[in-house]
């Protein structure tokens, strides 16, 4: 009699355990979901996507763009890009208008560098409620890095993780291969 009682009860959980699995995914989708909006341009950059409305990714700003951005209620630059691939002094243009300034390169011979992605995020977290520019050369590097940080940090399989870069602003397909390399890696 108790081995057909826990069969029976095996078969029961065995039937509903699909309807909890959906229901966790269906949380955990709703837990990490993205706001991801094109905003209107600022200054030259005329391709800008908010992230929740605080992070604001992009390309590179023009020293008079960075200059204006104060005047838009901005607090924080972060550059992705390598310091020798900018030939103007962002750094000071930034700290002269009362803003934090990051450098923190996303790539390193071609890849994403794991350590980069932990330290853009610390620095989003530090600044968080600020506004904040996080900012390469075209949005790609910008996408990649969320497409990154989503798939390691948030639990996004790799093809989810790829479609939010791709609406942050990710139009490279080199920047997807890279991207995909990184996270096929995270599997290993």
Same mark, same amino acid.
């Given at each position: 009699?108790m081995?057909?009682?826990f069969?029976?009860?095996?078969?029961?959980?065995?039937?509903?355990?699909?309807?909890f699995? !959906? !229901?966790?995914?269906?949380?955990n989708?709703?837990?990490?979901?993205?706001?991801?909006?094109?905003q !209107?341009p600022?200054?030259?950059? *005329?391709k800008?996507?908010?992230?929740?409305?605080?992070?604001?990714?992009t390309?590179?700003?023009?020293?008079?763009?960075?200059?204006s951005?104060?005047?838009?209620?901005?607090n924080v630059?972060?550059n992705?890009r390598?310091?020798?691939?900018?030939d103007?002094? /962002?750094?000071?243009?930034?700290?002269?208008?009362?803003?934090?300034?990051?450098?923190?390169p996303? #790539?390193?011979?071609g890849?994403i560098q794991?350590?980069?992605v932990?330290?853009?995020?610390e %620095?989003?977290? /530090?600044?968080?409620?600020?506004k904040?520019?996080?900012?390469?050369?075209?949005?790609n @590097?910008?996408?990649?890095?969320l497409?990154?940080?989503? %798939? @390691?940090?948030?639990?996004y399989d *790799?093809?989810? !993780?790829? %479609?939010? %870069? @791709?609406?942050?602003g #990710?139009?490279k397909?080199s920047?997807?291969?890279?991207?995909?390399d990184y996270?096929a890696?995270?599997?290993e």
């Amino acid at each position: 009699m108790m081995k057909k009682l826990f069969f029976a009860t095996l078969a029961v959980f065995a039937l509903l355990l699909p309807f909890f699995g !959906a !229901a966790q995914a269906e949380e955990n989708s709703e837990k990490h979901s993205l706001d991801l909006t094109p905003q !209107a341009p600022i200054g030259n950059m *005329t391709k800008v996507i908010s992230l929740h409305g605080t992070i604001f990714m992009t390309g590179q700003p023009s020293p008079a763009t960075l200059q204006s951005l104060p005047g838009d209620g901005f607090n924080v630059v972060i550059n992705i890009r390598a310091a020798d691939e900018i030939d103007f002094d /962002e750094p000071t243009i930034v700290k002269k208008g009362g803003m934090t300034y990051y450098n923190i390169p996303l #790539m390193k011979a071609g890849k994403i560098q794991d350590s980069a992605v932990t330290e853009i995020h610390e %620095a989003l977290m /530090e600044n968080k409620g600020k506004k904040i520019l996080l900012h390469c050369a075209s949005g790609n @590097r910008v996408a990649g890095w969320l497409g990154a940080h989503l %798939a @390691r940090d948030m639990g996004y399989d *790799t093809e989810a !993780a790829v %479609a939010s %870069a @791709r609406k942050g602003g #990710m139009t490279k397909d080199s920047m997807e291969r890279i991207l995909r390399d990184y996270l096929a890696n995270l599997k290993e």
